[in-house]
C-alpha cells in the first residue's frame, strides 16, 4: 500500500504551497544521499518525499491526488501506479526548491569567467505607503524588514563536489555526438560553499533571520506602482556571497483634496453665486501648505486657473507641473421668499442675461497665484 503523500511530508492537507516546499526541502535535506551514503532506507525516503512534491507542489495534480488519492495516476497518461522519480529528475527539482535558499537567481555562469562566482541572496520586497505632500516633497522612510543573514560563527567551505563553482558538467552520448550540460550542483544547491559548522540557532544553511531598520530615501516624484531598489539589504545568501536587494513598492495614498495627473494636480473649488458675482478670496490646499488666490468678480463656473509650479517635481527631469483649480459656481437649492423675488427680478436683466466673449479664454492666464 502506498503512503499518504501529505503524511510522507509531514504537512496536512491544509498546508499552503510555501508550508509544503518548505516540509519537502527539509525532508530532502534529512534524507539526502550525500548525508546518508549506502542507506537505502533514507534513498528510497528521499525518493518519496520527491515524488509527494512534485504532486503536491503541481496544483493540478494535487487537485486530482486530494479527490482520488493514489488512484488519480494509476490510468493511461497518468503517472503509472509504481512511479517514481529517478535521481536525475529529483536533483531537476532542485534548482527551484533550493534556489531561493541561495539566492534565487544564478544568472552569469558564463564557462570561462573563472574563479567561484559568488552566490546572490533573494530579494526583499515592502511596500511603502505616501502622502501626496510626501511624494511632492521626497521624503526619507525607515522600515523594519526581517532580512536573512548569515549566523555569527558559522563556518563555510568550498564545496567539494563542484569545487565552489555551484554546477557540475555531465556529459550525455546523443545522436548528434557527445552534449555537456552544466547542472546546479545538488550538493550545495549551486552556492559552492557548505557548511562545516553552524551555531544551533542557524537553519540548514547557517542563516538567521535578524530585524533591521532600513533608512529608504524616496525621491519627489514617484509614482504609485513604481518600484525603487535599495541594494544590499536583501536577504544574504550563504557562503562568500553577495546579499539580495531590498524592492520599494510605492503606493500613493489619495489626498483629500488634490487629484493627481501626472505631475499636475487638480483641485475643485466651489464658490458660491454671490461670490463669484462680487469676487473673493479663496485658500487653496497645496501640497506645499496652503495658498490664498483671488478671483476676479464675475468669475465663471468651469474656469481653470493654472497655479504654475504647484505640481508634482519631475522625477527625471527639472520643473514641476501646474495645480488646476477648478471653479465651481454652486447655485442654491433652496431660496428663502425674499432671495426668489430678488432672482425673480433680475431674471430678465441684461447683467444676468449669459454672453460668453472669446476675450473670457485669456482669464487662464490673468489668473494671479498669491501666497500667503
Ligand atoms: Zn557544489
Redesign the pocket.
Known sequence: MKKDYYEILGVNKSASADEIKKAYRKKAIEFHPDKNPGDKAAEEKFKEAAEAYEILSDANKKARYDQYGHAAFDGAGGFGGGHHMNMDDIFSQFGDIFGSAFGGSFGGFGGNSGGPRRAKGSNLRIKVKLTLDEIANGVEKKVKVKRKVQAAGVKYRT?P??N???Q?LKVTNTILGRMQTATT?H??????Q?IESKPNNADAFGMVLEDETVSIKIPAGVVDGMQLKVSGKGNDAPGNSIPGDLIVAIEEQEHEFLKREGENLHYDLYISVAEAALGVSKEIETVNGKVRIKLDEGIQSGKILRLKGKGIPSLNSYGSGDLLVHINVWTPKKLTKEQRQFFENNLNDENFIPHPEKTDKSFFEKVKDMFS
Open positions: 564545496c563536489t563542484c565552489g563553482q555551484g557540475v550542483c550538493v550545495c544547491g549551486g552556492s559552492g557548505i
